[in-house]
């Protein structure tokens, strides 16, 4: 099991930037896939962006060329958001898929909040 602690959320104003992080509890790296998805009030969770253990990297069409995912070496994965619009806010949850024993670890989550 891989235990998996987002943060970096918060209040932002429309335009502007924040930076997400998942620090898991085992190493990531090589075996896991490594997402963030979000969910807003009243929506389903959907797929913000995805990393696959090869580096494959792969976005939602709402946030391809303003947001980032990226990890560091073991065990952080970040997403770096840009001209963060309204739409974006929701509760953003960083994701852990091993596909040998297709287990899925979630994060709590942590709250994204666009707004003037």
């Known amino acids: 099991q891989v235990q998996l602690v987002e943060s970096g959320g918060g209040l932002v104003q429309p335009g502007g930037s924040l930076r997400l992080s998942c620090r898991a509890s085992?190493?990531?790296?090589?075996?896991?896939?490594m997402g963030w998805y979000r969910q807003a009030p009243g929506k389903e969770r959907e797929l913000v962006a995805r990393?696959?253990?090869?580096?494959?990297i792969s976005y939602a069409d709402s946030v391809a060329g303003r947001f980032t995912i990226s990890r560091d070496a073991r065990y952080t994965v970040y997403l770096q958001m840009n001209a963060l619009k309204p739409e974006d806010t929701a509760v953003y949850y960083c994701?852990?898929?091993?596909?040998?024993?297709?287990?899925?670890?979630w994060g709590q989550g942590t709250q994204v909040t666009v707004s003037s």
């Open positions: 085992v190493s990531v790296l090589g075996i896991h896939a």
């Open positions: 994701n852990a898929f091993n596909p040998y024993t297709g287990r899925d670890d």
């Open positions: 990393m696959a253990s090869g580096g494959r």
